[in-house]
């Protein structure tokens, strides 16, 4: 098996289709048919079979994938190997990170490193915290810099390295002057009011979705509560939930450095929550373990975790 073998493939597989894997591969589409019957023909077996949904794995294909996918890995490996031999003269870096974080640590972090290594690319997949640990998990990226829970010695540590960098709490939004606000006490120099977040028990909520991140510890900050929340809607997205919120359509909890990123031209009212909820998420750097780090992956986690570091 050579490596353009393996990588027609397992282009192919996760296409599942061969015009569209011809095209990312750049070969004409019967070219590349030649080239995988010739495959299957060395192998003597099967590797794809035709349906409805597109070009499927037979379970001799699925067998051929997961070496490929390895093998290909560790191809990958290699070349960042190399780019340290060369005193990082070439290379790449993939970094996982969230579209809400990638808007609040690339401009920052990003100059300061190209400034430093002008010869290493640098590929950024941006996808949702659930997401990038999947991703990391088969080892799609590098590192990632995420949001985990507020308890990072959670069960997903299993595969992978959690280096915390600072708590981000959230808070509760509100309309302007809900009647929620004559039971919150003001907090001398933090800025905004606390209030019991078990006097929002009855109160509509506006709610990320499920597979977000945000969610599954916005849920668990509202069980510690003992609340059963009354959801009007769902979105992905914390301005939607934000300026709903400060429509009056419900409340809902949102991330306090997000406020700094999007402040908007909606004004509603904010609320810190008891610390005894947790009600919290933790920014963070997550590294699948046992994986490769190159120099160039160290060096932009350690420019992150310098600036955005903390010793709470």
Known sequence: MTERELLYVKT????????????????????LSV????????LGIQLFKRTNSGLLLTFAGER??????????????????????????????TIG?????????????????????????????EKNSTELDKALTAGEIDFAIMHTFPYHEHAENLTKHIYPLSKDPLVLVTRKDHPLRRHAVNTDGKGYPQIDLQLCANEPFIMLNREQKIRQITDLILNKANINPMIVLSTKSF?????????????????LQYLDIFPGIYHPDYYYIDGKYAPYWIMCVAVKKNAYISKAAQLFIDMVTERYGSTD
């Open 64 to 93: 051929y994938y997961q070496i490929a996918s390895d093998i290909l890995k560790m191809y990958n490996d290699f070349e960042i190997e190399v780019s340290d031999i060369n005193n990082l003269k070439k290379g790449r870096v």
């Open 12 to 31: 192919i597989a996760d296409e599942k289709s061969l015009s569209r894997a011809a095209q990312k591969l750049f070969l004409t589409q019967p070219s």
């Open 35 to 42: 080239c995988i019957q010739k495959i299957e023909s060395k």
């Open 97 to 125: 990170i969230t579209v809400y974080l990638a808007t609040y640590i690339l401009p920052i972090i990003l100059p300061l490193f190209k400034k430093q290594c002008p010869n290493i690319d640098v590929l950024i997949i």
């Open 239 to 255: 301005e939607t939930a934000r300026r709903l919120a400060c429509e009056g359509i419900g409340i809902t909890l949102i991330p």
